[in-house]
T-cell receptor, first 107, second 115 residues
Framework: GQNIDQPTEMTATEGAIVQINCTYQ??????LFWYQQHAGEAPTFLSY????GLEEKGRFSSFLSRSKGYSYLLLKELQMKDSASYLC????????FGAGTTVTVRA | DAMVIQNPRYQVTQFGKPVTLSCSQT?????MYWYQQKSSQAPKLLFH???????NEADTPDNFQSRRPNTSFCFLDIRSPGLGDAAMYLC??????????????FGPGTRLTVL
C-alpha cells in the first residue's frame, strides 16, 4: 500500500517562494507526480520525477529523493493564480494521491 | 482539442435513487479511471479499466459499478446513493504505458448531491 503525507495548508505572499513537502511510504515505487487543483476543478498535471534530483519547469520545480521517500514542489515568483491545492501522487499508471496542500497567495 | 468530458457537471439525486455519471475521451487512451473526491481529501480511486479489463479497488463499495462499452466511453453507476456518496466524481484517462509520458488527464468532474 501507499502512505502519502503533505502539509494541509500554506500561505505565502505574491512574488515569494513556497516549498511543499511530500513524504511517502510505498511497497513499490514507479514515479512521483505533482498535480495542481483549483477549487471545484479537476487536477492538472504539473511534474513527474522518477530519478533522484531536481526537475525544473519554468516557475515550478520538483525534487525527489527515493532513499528518503521525500519530494518537494517549489513554486517561485508566486502569483495570485497559484492559489490552489497541490497534490502529491505516487505510482505508475495507477496512482495513490495525498490529500493535498492548499496554498493561499496573498497580495 | 483532445479532452476528457464528463456529463453532467452537477447531478442531484434522491437518497436511494440510481444515478449514472458519464465520461468520454478523445485521447484514445487505454486506461480510464473513476475517482471519488470529498472536500479537502485526496481523490480516492474506485476502479479503472485497462482496455476492457475491469479492476475494482478492494474497498470500493458494491453500490458502485462501472461500464466501458467502448474505448471512448465509461460510465459510473451508483445503484442506491446514500448521503455519504455526495462528492465530486472525477474521470481520468492515461495511455497505460507508465513513465513520464503517462500522466493522467482528468475531466472537469461531476459534483453529486444526494438529498
Amino acid at each position: 500500500g501507499q502512505n502519502i503525507d503533505q502539509p494541509t495548508e500554506m500561505t505565502a505572499t505574491e512574488g515569494a517562494i513556497v516549498q511543499i513537502n511530500c513524504t511517502y511510504q510505498t511497497s513499490g515505487f514507479n514515479g512521483l507526480f505533482w498535480y495542481q487543483q483549483h477549487a471545484g476543478e479537476a487536477p492538472t498535471f504539473l511534474s513527474y520525477n522518477v530519478l533522484d534530483g531536481l526537475e525544473e519547469k519554468g516557475r515550478f520545480s520538483s525534487f525527489l529523493s527515493r532513499s528518503k521517500g521525500y519530494s518537494y514542489l517549489l513554486l517561485k515568483e508566486l502569483q495570485m493564480k497559484d492559489s490552489a491545492s497541490y497534490l502529491c501522487a505516487v505510482g505508475d499508471y495507477k496512482l495513490s494521491f495525498g490529500a493535498g496542500t492548499t496554498v493561499t497567495v496573498r497580495a | 482539442d483532445a479532452m476528457v468530458i464528463q456529463n453532467p457537471r452537477y447531478q442531484v439525486t434522491q437518497f436511494g435513487k440510481p444515478v449514472t455519471l458519464s465520461c468520454s475521451q478523445t485521447l484514445n487512451h487505454n486506461v480510464m479511471y473513476w475517482y471519488q473526491q470529498k472536500s479537502s481529501q485526496a481523490p480516492k480511486l474506485l476502479f479503472h479499466y485497462y482496455d476492457k479489463d475491469f479492476n475494482n479497488e478492494a474497498d470500493t463499495p458494491d453500490n458502485f459499478q462501472s461500464r466501458r462499452p467502448n474505448t471512448s466511453f465509461c460510465f459510473l453507476d451508483i445503484r442506491s446513493p446514500g448521503l455519504g456518496d455526495a462528492a465530486m466524481y472525477l474521470c481520468a484517462t492515461s495511455s497505460g504505458a507508465g513513465g513520464p509520458t503517462d500522466t493522467q488527464y482528468f475531466g472537469p468532474g461531476t459534483r453529486l448531491t444526494v438529498l
